[in-house]
């Protein structure tokens, strides 16, 4: 491997990017970290050559990028075509450990809450084009529920991982454009185009190809981080790609590239101003490779909290 450090930059698209249009840019990464409207448009924006705040917040409105809880119970963007098949890929499993963390705090959902709930959802969604937690709690209150916060967020979220609920507009922005008035959810039937059924083999062999072409060289251990499944689900995927990807060792440790890894590319400047939460970080395990470890605390804490950085070319 010549430069794990320079490969990794250019098939983040962090330099030399290929694309024009932010919604490619999502489909090339599979999924991307949002935990934060600016931030996670700065995320797809410094991918493209030419960052807009305007095309995003079109791609974005218009439905060719979703913002959805996927992975690990975290949000995440992905493009319209992945929606579905990632869904199918990955709904599961985030069901199966949200239903964990209901257990741990001590809250119980029946099926014929979760249900009525979410028809209540639906309907409001359908009505409304785009709403916000306050509208579904007032459409819930019409129907005689009530619920605290906490549990109203378990149902959202088991809308979003069934397909039921994604991302609405935008709407009204503030502070010179900056940031969403409020978070909102659309009825997915009317934001994402139906797709027929789904085979769950050809979904994980794009959802492990798109993971490695834009975060190679990666580990294993890697991926199975990144993507929430379980180990033997990462083996599977990576087996389906076949002879397009190989292993090559550095340092000791197993990497996976693709056979079409970019390895060339015209670096401008010597700084990157990464926002927090970035896939150039949250992507990987072998964070060291780029982060040395006496600087980890700068950018992350044991906790899951990650700060924005400036990577440095010196």
């Known amino acids: 491997m010549i ?36 931030m996670m448009r700065w995320a797809v924006e410094m991918r493209t050559r030419k960052p807009s705040a305007k095309t995003f917040k079109k791609a974005f409105d218009s439905g060719r990028i979703i913002r959805l809880h996927l992975m690990r119970g975290t949000w995440q963007l992905v493009s319209a075509e992945d929606y579905w098949p990632f869904i ?7 069901i199966a450990v949200t239903k964990g963390w ?37 459409a819930l209150e019409e129907r005689g529920l009530q619920m605290d916060d906490h549990r109203l967020s378990y149902h959202i ?14 709407g009204t922005l503030c502070s010179g454009d900056l940031l969403p008035m409020k ?29 490695f072409q834009s ?6 251990e890697d991926f ?14 990576i087996a389906l790609l076949g002879d397009s990807i190989h292993v ?38 072998s964070r060291d490779i780029v982060l040395p470890p006496e600087h980890r605390h700068h950018a992350h804490n044991n906790s899951g909290i990650f700060q924005p950085v400036i990577a440095y070319d010196h």
């Open 224 to 237: 199975v981080w990144w993507s929430g499944l379980n180990v033997s689900d990462c083996r599977k995927g």
């Open 157 to 170: 979220r088991m809308a979003e991982f069934t397909g039921t609920l994604c991302s609405g507009d935008t």
């Open 102 to 138: 209901m257990s741990s705090n001590k809250i119980s959902i029946p099926d014929d809450e979760l249900f009525r709930v979410r028809d209540i959802l639906a309907q409001t969604a359908a009505d409304k084009g785009s709403v916000t937690k306050e509208d579904i709690v007032q």
């Open 3 to 38: 430069n794990p450090v320079a490969i990794r930059l250019l098939n983040q698209q962090l330099v030399a990017p290929q694309f024009s249009d932010p919604a490619e840019v999502v489909s090339y990464m599979g999924a991307m970290q949002a935990q934060e409207y600016r």
């Open 215 to 220: 975060r190679q060289p990666a580990t294993l």
């Open 248 to 285: 090559e060792k550095w340092k000791g440790r197993e990497f996976y590239l693709t056979d079409d890894c970019r390895t060339r590319g015209f670096r401008k400047g010597k700084f990157l101003l990464i926002p927090p939460y970035d896939e150039y970080l949250i992507s990987y395990k």
């Open 88 to 94: 199918t890929l990955c709904g599961p499993k985030s």
């Open 183 to 211: 978070v909102t959810y659309a009825l997915t039937a009317n934001k994402v185009k139906s797709q027929g059924a789904i085979d769950r083999d050809e979904a994980l062999m794009r959802f492990t190809r798109k993971y």
